[in-house]
């Protein structure tokens, strides 16, 4: 495989740092927001996010963390053995606008089995979405409200991010196969 760095960590941080303000910006505030991350990678980056609308706003989101391996509409595809990790949403979502974040939109289902997963747990005021990196060709009509970056990725490529809470290293690269 052939791989090519598409964002640095420096280039992760400001994308994160712009997220964040964006998400203020347009909810006039930090009030009635929340902050769930879809395991793996948008967990850290809900965590990041966390911090950089703390330190901003001096304000502590409710956060929580979202699996949705059993919401998925092909999980017996991807393994007959599923890996479950735990969905962590430890308060009330009514009322609350939930900001979801994940690291990789593609083809929109991981985030419409997130919505399915999220209604299981309570009835938002609204839900909003954002990536870090969106490579398009979706087969479901979802967009994000917030991206990072916006990757053109052909049918031979995938898309990795590295975060350091779990690869010791923030980069996101291009694996050509």
């Known amino acids: 495989m052939n791989e090519r760095t598409i964002m640095t960590s420096s280039d992760i941080d400001r994308s994160l740092e712009r997220i964040s303000m964006e998400i203020l910006e347009r909810n006039h505030g930090a009030e009635s927001l929340a902050i769930l991350g879809i395991h793996t990678g948008g967990v850290y980056l809900a965590e990041r996010i966390r911090e950089k609308i703390r330190r901003s706003e001096n304000v502590s989101l409710p956060l929580g963390s979202l699996d949705i ?49 999220i209604m299981d747990y309570g009835r938002p005021q609204a ?9 398009g060709e979706r087969e479901l009509p979802i967009q994000p409200d917030y991206v990072g970056q916006v990757v053109e990725v052909g049918n031979s490529e995938k898309v990795d991010v590295l975060l350091r809470e779990q690869d010791n290293s923030d980069r996101v690269v291009l694996d050509v196969k």
Not at 127 to 135: G, P
Request: aromatic fraction near 6%; charge should be negative.
């Open 127 to 135: 839900i909003q979405l954002a990536v870090l990196v969106d490579r």
């Open 69 to 117: 391996t059993l919401y998925r509409d092909d999980w017996s595809l991807i393994s007959q053995h599923p890996i479950v990790k735990k969905t962590g949403i430890n308060f009330a979502l009514e009322d609350l606008t939930v900001i979801l974040i994940d690291d990789v939109i593609f083809t929109g289902r991981t985030i419409r089995a997130a919505m399915d997963a």
